[in-house]
């Protein structure tokens, strides 16, 4: 009889797994099981859904040719078979079977030579008096986000309040307040939006999105009860009660491992299950992967939790050429990941600065913005870029970046992530050939100038002070005996002048060698330009000219108004 | 007396290398010398400005902030002078001088500590009779470029011949017949358009958008003579006379070597300079770089020529952080490119098919098509996507993509390119994490799908045939004894059977398994799909079944309509 492996779970790398293992051995016999009707759907569309971007919930669940994976495709396409609404109760690894208690209530055991466990997560559970309330819901499964779309859709949602400042709360906060012109508030326990995943002054800059868009954002803020009278109405935080119709609760995942654990199987103590590069479990006949397992951090080389479609997808194909007999492996992951916010695209892979010094990195991080295509080519976006470093080594240890040609983002961080697995230092990306055109970028692109300014600072040549920080020297420019000296040309630095004459100076920098004396020994300098470049270059006759200390501002008064400061229109 | 670096050359690398070396060691005296009166220009604008994207010609000699970048400018903003149509005549090494020619007919002879050549490149010499007339130009400076655009907007030009069909010929062709309606052909001497940097299929699809804009592409043709009674009227080839008031010759660039070779530095037999990874050349004393320089290709480890605009930039910097007294090298390049055809973006790196087989590697290329973003995502697009690989070792050698965001092109190209010095195999780059959401890739993105296919080739379990031998075979399908078994569902299928009934035949990929017998094992069949998905999948349903020898079409019939073959519409 013919090999027969079972497969639990059945949204992502599930199905991945016994597509591929089925192409490379066709004899092979292979059972998947979910507990859910709905399977081999795109959850991440969720959102995409939910906005009404994509019209029907089945268009999650097709291929690129539009036909419907569910278990008669499954059976005909692929040639194996599908047990929806059923559920694994259990593992004997010794008898090598799973118990499975269908629909119907009936239990059914199956006997496996293989089996792969890709059970997935589910929401967090904050435990918020109230969740449970009609109107709560944590999203990560096409079933809630039916039930959300039939709300909105038919206009019983006027407020909505989503938890957690993540991927998916951001776009379900654009897909709510975007789409459904629904009065949406994200709260956030941690000072900033995307916690972990950028840096602070980037997190800033798509809040500001977030708020131009009409979406209310409160950080350091949390969720202490949902109320209302047989559904939700209001949330009351740490600070206040809000109205609302819906409650989107998006505070992460966590591994489903129960079942594995049950098992017998290694189960870290954050709950993933620990696998191998081959992504065998401690048991080599049984296999794991995606939302539920742990897999190794390329860049802190610790244990990790990556769940992302993405991985799970190529981990999927990882797994059903190792089922057929084959040796592949996956060597773990550095996180690089995409969302979009409204009009900007933020991607970024690796470690932010936040992650980097909480692993214990001795890092900085080197902030820019400029032009995704030449700056002579019509058509053009300013992008944001942070590379996060290890001083020292001049390791890069993370890229972010963020701008409205979310596509342009998304490939410069792509191309820095892929490297990263091989260590590179500032100078290897300063380096890194990418392609040049004028429509599509300039002769020193976006990701080599971003590692010439960290090698600018890991010299010690560069003294750059972040926007934050600049907005804090700024709104106490008096105590700090502040100078804010205008390094761009009349025009641009005018109105800073006119409106704040006692802080801010202009003098061109193709003036500063000739005009030092106007330049004063007692106060603390703050150089600006456009985006980072002449304050630079201002400094360094600074320096040589013995005037000490003055600082210049990254990414310059363009990445500073996205930002949301802007001095000239100060009340 | 403080140290003085000579710069030969001013637009892209030498400024570059003056304005790091001053900003590094501002004591350092730097003098810059060009032959012409226009320096540091964007080069590779000069198409759009003769389109008109750029509106003028200063717009290329500015910086992002609007500054032109002429003599008064590098005096006032980087502190170095510039001395501009000035022709260097010599290189006494022994007692470290150079000897100018001034506009004024004055020779100055200039001592130097260091020196620095980029003296770029001229225009490939075909010694065509006739190039000299007024209204031929080989475009490789902003002085032709301008005598070009003036002709072109008084109206002075119907017919255009363009020689050569490299990026900056097909840029060219774009900027005349699109923004200025002019009757333009493009001639090339070997059989495909972008010869060298892409695969024959690739470059038929870009053909294709050429053609579409009223382009004529002339390929396997080669001009005799250009003629005209005191300016260009005619261009006579191998096979006809055309009509022309204009030819813009572009079959490349040399590098320009004389100066280097008379003062006894080492020059390569094809004419590059040699320098090593600091970019000095045989003397430590003398820097060259961009244009004029030979570095290593990092696929194949041979010296090669990468004359990009976008290298330059990047060498300037090596050098200027070297004369300074730093220690940084310039390893090599792996050829990465971009160029926007009309509608297309196209970009590569590495080496295209033909490329490699030239080099000597056994090596084969998967071809794909797949959508940027997420299919069930609104916005979106197909990308053609081919990975060069070479056989036993899975190692990529190249890569090139193209398709309408072109962005979205680039990116991905530019996340391949990134790993190729590290030499990736197959595998690398299936699993190569690249960022997703579904507004900006798929969870299984263009770049893991391609690898994925070579993979499946590698492993011989796909049988592919490409468009070119698809073609080829379907043109001859009566003696090929040729069926194409469609294996998409009816509707996309059936207008090809009713046109074709004796040589299509429609089995959707769900009902091969049961319909077996409906297969012809006396016929040479071809499995066709809409992107080379389910036609590989049914590929293995047939070799399952001891049907062997189908092969399945790369790409699929999205890829064979770009390709300009649409069999439900011959006549």
Redesign the interface.
Known sequence: MSKHVVVIGGV?LGPKAACRLK??E??TRVTLIDASKLISY?G??IP?YISG??SDHT??Q??????VRDEP?FK??K?FDVITEAWTESIDRKNKQVTVRLKTGEKQVLGYDKLVIATGSSPRDLKIPGQELPGAFAITNLNSAIEIKEMVSKGDVGKAVIVGAG?IGLEMAEALADMWGIDTTVIEIADQVLPGVVGPNMAKVAQEELEKNDVSVLLGEFVQAIEGDGKVQRVRTNKQTIDADLVILSVGVVPNSELAAEAGLAVSPRGGIQVGKTMQTSDPDIYAGGDCVEIENLITGKPAYFP???????QG??IGTNLAGGR????G????????IFDY?V???GLSIGSALREGFDAFSAQII???H?????EKDLVAFELVVERGTGRVLGVQGLGS????V??????????LK?KPTV?DI????????????S???VV?TAA?AAENMLAG?SHPVDPITFAEMWNNRRENNLLVLDT??QG?AEPFVQKHPDYWKNIP???L?CRLDEVPRDRQILLV???G??SY?SQ??LE?AGIHGALNLQGGMGLLTRFGLNPAEEE
């Not at 992951?333 to 979009?340: E, L, N, Y």
């Not at 030449?374 to 019509?378: G, K, L, V």
Request: with cysteine.
């Open positions: 992502a192409r490379l066709p004899d795109g991440c569309g995409y971007d994509v268009q999650l097709t291929t690129s040719f539009h036909m495709f005909e396409c040639d991927f992302l479609g993405s991985m799970a997808n190529r194909r990882v592949d492996t996956f060597d992951a550095v996180g690089s990941f995409a969302v979009k695209g991607a970024g892979a400029q032009f995704d030449s700056h002579f080519y019509p040609n979310g596509d342009g998304k490939g410069r961080v792509d191309a820095v992530a892929a490297t091989y100078k300063g380096n890194l050939e990418v392609a040049y055109a004028p429509p599509f970028s002769a020193m692109d080599n010439n040549r761009r040309e641009n920098q193709g003036q060698r330009c456009n985006t470049g002449r270059e360094l006759i040589h």
